[in-house]
């Protein structure tokens, strides 16, 4: 089993950082509890030291961060997927979320926000008790780095959901959790300055794919520079996000290609596969909860109509008409991505049969989500399929390669990127590419896996009205507003009002 599954979270009482609410831990493994950490940093020992940064890895498969809750902020509020599930009142807050009405009060705002600033407040308490530690050098900035990247990580997403927010980059004591620097947001600025500052250390301390520490599941010097590109390509800094994807592209990180079948990409074969530079892990214990909870449940088909058979989920998360619209002919990608309920059933790929649409709740469905529950390992629990979520893929870096490229007027290597991706869709080369033709490849490349929406408004800020225009044409009303979400009511309560709200939600 992956290590970062072998053990306990260690800290079992964290008092958790400003906003979250949460004041006690939950196990989740089988290992009995290792003790409180000695407070006097030297004491940590190597072993001890791996569990403590396990324990972070850790948050990625708890609570909502990438759960239900991730499902609706990420595919369901952009044009790539609509609510799903049925057309009355079943889960208003998934409703006002598609539609882009959501107001502050909604619950899910709150729940990815609680559990994003957990993940910033073990990272923190971590790195508390390493910085200060008599590890071995190396060793211990290699921990320090995984740390500090997952923390970009976390604060990458909140950024990206509510724009400035607040930092919190250290263990803070109950007394500053009430004062103003720590209640009031920072600016958008400051924020992306914290990533950037924890990526580089990361790239320059965690280990390179084959190395010590470098196995499935833990972050390398790929994914570091992986994830600072992104960043950089958010930054609309060209040269830099061209350099870092170009360190993954030519192998100089370690050797990542692309798989050979897009279909295997998502099924346990595919896993941390070569194409794979991050991904939360999964797996099983004897409790059934080592893996992202209802991820794979809340999307998978739902009955309807006649019903009549054992159905596999909630149905939420649909992919849209607009989605199915963008793929070419022949894309062999489309039916990767989208389960089309057929009028007499439709087969997928372990055998399972989805009876006909009169049977059925909706037309489609995220296959991308789908975890086999006949012909893979599911320890019985299907609120807790252990799905491996894909966060960054060479693919995704082959993408943002060919931006960068194309912004810095490199228009050959631009196109042949994206040549690199069409042989295993089914498509042809291309000779040529425009910035809209590689943002439709990222939408049909990437599509269901979580970036669109932030996608979306990050091409508004290159092309203004684009945003709109997109939401329009999937049936939406997108305004300023709408490039973040909402501020959860419930934290701007905690902070007394200290916190205030995103423009146009008062």
Request: net charge negative.
């Amino acid at each position: 089993m992956n290590l970062i599954l072998k053990h306990k979270k260690l800290l079992c009482c964290l008092v958790v950082a400003l906003f979250t609410g949460i004041t006690s831990c939950n196990n989740y493994l089988d290992v009995k509890p290792q003790g409180q950490i000695d407070q006097e940093a030297a004491a940590l020992d190597p072993a001890t030291a791996q569990k403590l940064v396990i324990g972070v890895y850790n948050t990625m498969w708890e609570g909502n961060m990438h759960g239900f809750s991730y499902v609706q902020m990420t595919n369901i509020a952009s044009d790539d997927a609509d609510k799903g599930s049925n057309t009355g009142d079943d889960m208003p807050n998934s409703g006002a979320i598609d539609n882009l009405t959501m107001g502050p009060s909604v619950n899910t705002l709150n729940s990815i926000w609680s559990t994003f600033y957990l993940g910033v407040a073990r990272a923190n308490q971590a790195l508390s008790s390493l910085e200060g530690s008599t590890l071995d050098e190396t060793l211990k900035n290699q921990l320090i780095g995984e740390v500090r990247f997952l923390r970009a990580y976390f604060y990458f997403d909140l950024v990206r959901f509510f724009g400035g927010v607040p930092k919190i980059d250290r263990v803070i004591t109950p007394q500053e959790a009430n004062s103003a620097t720590f209640q009031t947001k920072a600016s958008k600025e400051e924020i992306y300055t914290l990533i950037i500052g924890d990526l580089e250390y990361a790239l320059a301390n965690v280990a390179a794919k084959g190395q010590t520490n470098s196995a499935a599941g833990r972050a390398s010097k790929a994914a570091a520079a992986g994830m600072l590109a992104k960043v950089m390509l958010y930054r609309q800094n060209w040269q830099r996000a061209f350099s870092l994807s170009d360190s993954i592209v030519t192998q100089k990180l370690g050797a990542y290609g692309l798989l050979d079948n897009y279909f295997d990409i998502w099924r346990e074969k595919g896993a941390n596969s070569s194409e794979s530079l991050f991904e939360v892990q999964t797996g099983e214990n004897s409790a059934c909860e080592a893996a992202i909870a209802n991820y794979a449940e809340c999307q998978a088909p739902r009955a309807g109509g006649k019903f009549g058979w054992a159905d596999l989920g909630w149905g939420f998360g649909t992919p849209s008409q607009s989605l199915q619209n963008e793929y070419e002919d022949g894309d062999l990608r489309k039916a990767a991505t989208i389960i089309t309920i057929n009028p007499t059933g439709t087969f997928l790929w372990d055998g399972f049969r989805i009876p006909g649409r009169d049977s059925v709740e909706n037309d489609r469905y995220n296959y991308k989500s789908y975890h086999s529950q006949i012909a893979e390992t599911n320890c019985g629990n299907r609120g807790r399929l252990p799905k491996n979520l894909r966060i960054l893929r060479y693919a995704e870096i082959l993408l943002i390669h060919a931006e960068a490229a194309l912004a810095l007027g490199n228009g050959g290597v631009a196109a042949g990127d994206i040549t690199a991706l069409h042989p295993r869709a089914g498509l042809g080369p291309v000779g040529t590419v425009t910035r809209e033709y590689i943002w439709h490849e990222r939408r049909v490349e990437l599509a269901m896996e979580h970036d669109r929406f932030f996608d979306i408004v990050r091409q508004d800020e290159l092309s203004p009205g684009r945003a709109a225009a997109l939401f329009t044409a999937h049936g939406k009303t997108f305004a300023d507003r709408n490039k973040v979400f909402p501020i959860p009511q419930r934290q701007i309560d905690l902070s007394n009002n200290a916190l205030k709200q995103n423009d146009g939600y008062n």
